[in-house]
């Protein structure tokens, strides 16, 4: 529990994500939390795999092959032990979860997909949420904007453009905010 206080960031979201089974059940549990944790990881790992499907069309008899590679990857290295089998492990995923799911958004279905208000508001989301859940999350916000960039010099002018510059506007504004 100290190392875990021992932080300089604000990690609002997974101390809720925390406390909701723990107000449940009427104690707190470091089974429980270490459940989250790999749990948090699994999806991970789930989330991942499908964005590199998606990316890279890739065909159903090399999909065996891409999971056993990538579950290789995800779980037999020390890192997944060191960082993933420890009390309040979610913190460091919620980011990253984040992150792939932002950027399979902004990439979905082809490049020349062109984004929706409902996909900008989940983008948002997204970003506020990896921004309060740890410290990593911070540096979501300007990746995203730099993605989202990247992605109005691929489509003709227009709404991308105006996305960017109300994310750049929310990105400020909640930098702040947390800063």
Known sequence: VENSIHNHSIKLIPTLIEFLPSAIIGYWSPRISLLIGILSWLICY?????????????????????????????FSSPFFFARFTQVFAIHKTIPLICSISI?????QKSRNYILQ????????????????????????????????????FLLPKGKIRKFFYYYLFIGVLFLIIYF
């Not at 789930?46 to 995800?74: G, M, P, Q, T």
């Not at 208000?117 to 300007?142: H, T």
């Open 46 to 74: 789930l989330v991942f795999r499908d964005l590199i499907n998606k990316i890279f069309e890739i065909k159903d008899e090399k999909k065996v092959y891409l999971s056993l590679f990538l579950s290789i990857c995800f």
């Open 103 to 107: 950027f399979s958004i902004i990439f």
């Open 117 to 152: 208000n409902k996909d900008f508001l989940k983008i948002v989301l997204l970003s506020l949420l990896a921004q309060f859940s740890f410290a990593s999350g911070v540096f979501l916000l300007p990746i995203t904007a730099l993605a989202i960039l990247w992605k109005s």
